[in-house]
């Protein structure tokens, strides 16, 4: 079984920046495809960043050249670097693995974008 904790949320004005990061209790970890998701209060869930290996990553438009996906395969962590937040940024935000049909979560850190 794969625990993901997620921390490094909080409040944080228009403009500013954070990093998330997320723990993994996994074995193998380098095999898995990472990913952040978000889900804003009344809306879906939805990926923001993608990294399927060590080397390619996949934005949603919506963050495309403000936030930046990376992993530490030999520490088992994936980041979420976060700059230029906007308003609209605000939800909580899912750390995922996924290795073939298998996929974990993890509970989630709360990001709040507000001046």
């Known amino acids: 079984q794969v625990q993901l904790v997620e921390s490094g949320g909080g409040l944080v004005q228009p403009g500013g920046s954070l990093r998330l990061s997320c723990a993994a209790s996994a074995m193998y970890f380098d095999r898995y495809a990472a990913a952040w998701y978000r889900q804003a209060p009344g809306k879906e869930r939805e990926r923001v960043a993608y990294?399927?290996?060590?080397?390619?990553?996949f934005y949603a438009d919506s963050v495309k050249g403000r936030f930046t996906i990376s992993r530490d395969d030999a520490k088992n962590f994936v980041y979420l670097d976060m700059n230029s937040l906007k308003p609209e940024d605000t939800a909580v935000y899912y750390c995922?693995?996924?290795?073939?049909?298998?996929?974990?979560w993890g509970q989630g850190t709360q990001v709040t974008v507000s001046s």
């Open positions: 990294m399927p290996g060590q080397i390619n990553t």
């Open positions: 995922n693995l996924r290795y073939g049909q298998d996929a974990y």
